[in-house]
């Protein structure tokens, strides 16, 4: 079983989780146009990516960075 192993270790599209280092089969979809994938790509693991939407996983950076934005609308909208 020792050869099936190796055969994950060199897949190309299992990397190492950003934050913790463990392999993370996920990757954070916050749009970012820089990337030429449109989105952010940052590969992450189970435990760290942050689920916002069925489907849809973020890195924590960039879940937080789409919580303030949630939060600040909401309060542009109460103060009108
Ligand atoms: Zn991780
Ligand atoms: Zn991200």
């Known amino acids: 079983m020792s050869d099936s192993f190796v055969i994950v270790c060199r897949r190309k599209s299992v ?9 993370g089969s996920y990757l954070c979809d916050y ?6 994938t449109g989105t952010c790509g940052r590969p992450l693991c189970a435990r760290c990516r942050v689920a916002i939407r069925d489907g849809v996983d973020l890195c924590p950076p960039h879940a937080r960075m789409s919580a303030s934005i949630k939060k600040t609308t909401v309060t542009e909208r109460r103060i009108r």
């Not at 990397?15 to 392999?23: A, D, F, P, S, T």
């Not at 749009?31 to 030429?36: G, I, L, S, T, Y």
């Open 15 to 23: 990397k190492r989780c950003l934050i913790c280092g463990y392999l």
């Open 31 to 36: 749009p970012v146009k820089k990337n030429k």
